[in-house]
């Protein structure tokens, strides 16, 4: 491995079309987004989409190279070519005030929508209206953490591949099928035909969660709607779903957050879905 940068500026031409994937309209035309952080390279190391690995680019500071020596060298083995950068170009592509050493450039991998359906999914979260990055990352983490089969980001929902949404993910966005762009009547209706019960998480909804596990009604295949941070779900995607269900609210807080709904939503179905395959 070199001793010094092999990037020294950063007007670099590889390193100019790395930060302009910091703009949506950039990252649709590459096909390409960035992964910053240890852990979202390690997991676009290990990904591959189709036949191409999904980690395309590199660039890591001398120190972080030495530190994660394994993570450059996976990538390596993954066939992306690794870059050794002063600090400052790492600073001038990352999104992040405070750059860990590590910016992949990675290859789109979002899944047909009838992908998903065909694979028969048992738990899935669909993002209807949610426009704050974080908050999409953040469920897709929960959704990654709880089993579910897929996630899906209707077309009012913010885009998959902003940093923030790459970065709140921490890596969950390789690791399960995720679609993009899909009107959410479409989403809705697809799931319903494939067997999948819709429901949507809604604090004014008309079902209590815990009802519904008392009654046995949550061990099927579901799929959750999870609606805007500030105004959760409009009357016409609420009218969609089978079911409009609240999580009941036993103290005094006003209400849960969007990340904190969905990850009880979707740990109370994985487990409602244990519980009967136990059974059976």
């Known amino acids: ?58 660039f890591a500071t001398v120190d972080a190279a030495e530190r994660y020596a394994d993570i450059v060298g996976a990538a390596r083995d993954a066939g992306a070519r690794v870059h050794l950068a002063a600090d400052d170009v790492i600073a001038d592509i990352s999104t992040t005030v405070t750059p860990q050493g590590l910016v992949g450039t990675c290859r789109f991998l979002d899944t047909p929508f009838e992908d998903i359906l065909t694979a028969e999914p048992k738990l899935v979260a669909v993002l209807a209206h949610v426009r704050d990055p974080g908050n999409a990352g953040t469920v897709l983490r929960c959704a990654d953490a709880a089993g579910a089969d897929a996630v899906v980001l209707t077309d009012a929902s913010v885009d998959l591949y902003n940093p923030k949404c790459v970065r709140a993910s921490v890596g969950s966005l390789f690791h399960l ?48 709607v999870f609606g805007n941070e500030a105004w959760g779900l409009p009357a016409e995607t609420r009218a969609l779903a089978d079911a409009v269900v609240r999580v009941p609210i036993h103290g005094k807080a006003e209400s849960l957050n969007l990340a904190t709904a969905a990850a009880v939503c979707l740990y109370a179905s994985a487990r409602a879905q244990r519980a009967r395959r136990a059974r059976s």
């Open 1 to 58: 491995m070199s001793s010094g940068p092999e990037l020294i500026s950063p007007r670099s031409q590889r390193v100019s079309a790395a930060r302009r994937l910091a703009r949506r309209s950039f990252r649709g035309k590459e096909r390409l987004f960035l992964a910053e952080g240890p852990q979202a390279v390690r997991e676009a190391a290990a990904h591959r989409v189709g036949a191409e690995p999904a980690l395309v680019e590199l």
């Open 177 to 224: 099928p995720v679609a993009v762009g899909v009107p959410v009547e479409r989403a809705v209706q697809g799931l319903r035909d494939a067997g999948v019960r819709v429901l949507a998480a809604d604090g004014a909804g008309e079902d209590d969660l815990d009802d519904e596990l008392d009654k046995g009604t949550m061990g099927g295949p579901t799929a959750w």
